[in-house]
């Protein structure tokens, strides 16, 4: 059986067991409701759920864009200098393993409870660990690359399109699953710890009132997020593979990626 088959067909046995458990009274519906009943739920108040994912998409959107984004600069910038390398990235690699969330209370300080301290809080949950993957993978370009591509008389930018985005590719990748994942789950969280609005406030507020269809119509709604995200990723793999072709032997994106590890420079 192919790995692809082997998946799927995971897939489907776990679909079936949320569907037939609850109903066969083995687990009680308040723990874990069927996944029918679940859909039904979520289906009478897609009004409300749709509100609630357009003020969580904004919040992942944005986030997404200043921890990505920023990450990936910051950690070119400081990948490829020796001295800041040395200066920040220790203290970057100390704070990625100080869990974040219990700063959250301090952003609803300074932010309120709307959008912005959801944002904040998101933003630097995923912006470390894309800033150190991308640092990293700077790091990990062979200087003989460089020094042949400027021995054959390349420029700047072909030596940055050509050999350092290529070679530095899986790594970057990698370190942006992890940051983009860690940024909706930055958002979600924060939204069921205080908010009013967003997916995070309707899975906390059906979980007061022990309604656990509702509940589990919320946290679905989360997981397609997340895995929307990662089929992104994974296109965005398949169209990289031609550059890291180039510089890795032939090895293509799915080869190279999952052997790629998220690793702090020190």
């Known amino acids: 059986m192919s790995a692809t088959a082997l998946r799927r067909l995971i897939?489907?046995?776990?679909?079936?067991?949320?569907?037939?458990?609850?109903?066969?009274?083995?687990?009680?519906?308040?723990?874990?409701?069927?996944?029918s009943s679940t859909l039904t739920a979520g289906w009478n108040d897609a009004a409300e759920y749709g509100q609630a994912l357009a003020v969580t998409l904004y919040e992942v959107a944005v986030s997404m864009a200043f921890a990505c984004g920023g990450g990936i600069l910051l950690g070119a910038i400081v990948g490829s200098?020796?001295?800041?390398?040395?200066?920040?990235?220790?203290?970057?690699?100390?704070?990625?393993?100080?869990?974040?969330?219990?700063?959250?209370?301090?952003?609803?300080?300074?932010?309120?409870?709307?959008?912005?301290?959801?944002?904040?809080?998101?933003?630097?949950?995923g912006f470390l660990p894309t800033m150190l993957s991308t640092a990293a993978g700077i790091q990990t370009i062979d200087p003989q690359l460089l020094l042949a591509a400027r021995s054959m008389g390349a420029t700047l930018n072909q030596r940055l399109v050509r050999v350092i985005i290529p070679a530095a590719i899986p790594t970057v990748l990698s370190g942006l699953r992890v940051g983009g994942a860690l940024v909706i789950v930055g958002v979600v969280v924060s939204e069921m710890l205080v908010s009013s609005a967003g997916i995070g406030y309707?899975?906390?507020?059906?979980?007061?009132i022990l309604d656990s269809p509702h509940v589990f119509a919320g946290v679905l709604l989360v997981l397609v997020m997340a895995i929307a995200f990662n089929a992104a990723?994974?296109?965005?793999?398949?169209?990289?593979?031609?550059?890291?072709?180039?510089?890795?032997?032939?090895?293509s994106a799915e080869e190279i990626a999952p052997r790629t590890a998220l690793q702090p420079a020190t």
């Open 81 to 125: 200098l020796p001295r800041p390398r040395l200066l920040i990235m220790p203290m970057v690699s100390s704070l990625y393993a100080v869990p974040l969330v219990i700063l959250y209370p301090v952003f609803t300080v300074w932010l309120g409870i709307g959008s912005e301290s959801k944002i904040a809080f998101a933003a630097i949950y």
């Open 202 to 208: 309707l899975i906390s507020r059906y979980r007061t």
């Open 11 to 35: 897939v489907f046995t776990m679909i079936a067991l949320w569907e037939l458990l609850p109903r066969s009274g083995m687990i009680p519906e308040l723990f874990l409701p069927s996944l």
């Open 233 to 251: 990723i994974r296109w965005i793999e398949l169209r990289a593979a031609i550059w890291q072709t180039g510089t890795r032997g032939g090895e």
